[in-house]
């Protein structure tokens, strides 16, 4: 059974870093990985010192990667319902339609929801070839709230549903039998979202929040587990990474370590049933090499 995991958190955090760290754990474990980004920023190259793109790409004999475009995804998706919509719209209706496909591309949400197709669609596809997917989450993209939509949508497309099959019903009244290809449209998007649903909703998927040892941080992680709770969607594991080392002696830090202590006592006493990973922050900035001493620590 294909394991998920998905991880969110803030912009430079260590979703990137940790995902990768992960997705090498897991081959460590001799499971078939497929690390996934959605981060517009395409870090995941940095990190493992190889270039991957929007094709799979191997990794090592157990890990493959994917960098998945948000844009791109969003164009083809639109694209798509332009292909459906010229073919049952009369040329005249066509045009304004058009306008607003194109309005389309850059309004809020068309990159959430053609992520979201290409998240399900790699999850459906390749959920025989691997043992694990994991996806580091674009900061800016609420992917993780996206988790919680597909509930929604589907009873949204139950209703379009119903709509449709009427109007087709009163034009098989009239005599005017024909395949309707809004109707079968709009019922592969609600198997879609079942799809998704089922998915996302597994015992296998989780989500892991990665945050910093601050009082901030802390305060949004609150927000985060108390969002994704209430949309039943709950949270697996929260890791703290770049905590100082301790052992620093320069009074400098002293204060500093000692608030960063008191941010991770809070973590672990409000969330004491949770898994709760600590990273210490590296010397150095991620690369191929020093990432496997963050791998060591998982
Ligand atoms: N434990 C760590 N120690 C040192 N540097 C880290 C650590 N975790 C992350 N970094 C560095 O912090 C920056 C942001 O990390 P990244 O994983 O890209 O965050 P995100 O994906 O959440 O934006 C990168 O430069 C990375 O090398
Ligand atoms: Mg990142």
Known sequence: MLKVEFYGGKGGVGKT???SARAHYYTKLG???LLVSTDPAHSISDVLG???GSKLKSITPL???IEIDPEEE???YIDQIRRDLNSILSPVVLEDVNKQLRAARVMPGTHEASLFDKMIELMDLHKDVYDV??????PTGHTLRLLTLPELLIEWFEGLIKKREKIVKLKAMLGLKEDDPILARLKIRRDTFLKAKDMIRSDNTSIHLVMNPEKMP????KKAMKYLNDAHQPVAEIIINKILPPDIVEPFFKNKIKKEQEV???VKAIYSYLKITEIYLLDQDMDADSLFKIVELL
């Open 17 to 19: 870093t940790l995902s």
């Open 218 to 221: 802390l305060e949004e992680t």
């Open 74 to 76: 969003a164009n083809l």
């Open 133 to 138: 997917m994991i996806f580091d989450t674009a």
């Open 50 to 52: 190889i270039q991957v």
């Open 63 to 65: 890990l493959d990667a």
């Open 31 to 33: 499971k078939k990985t």
């Open 264 to 266: 991770i006592a809070e």
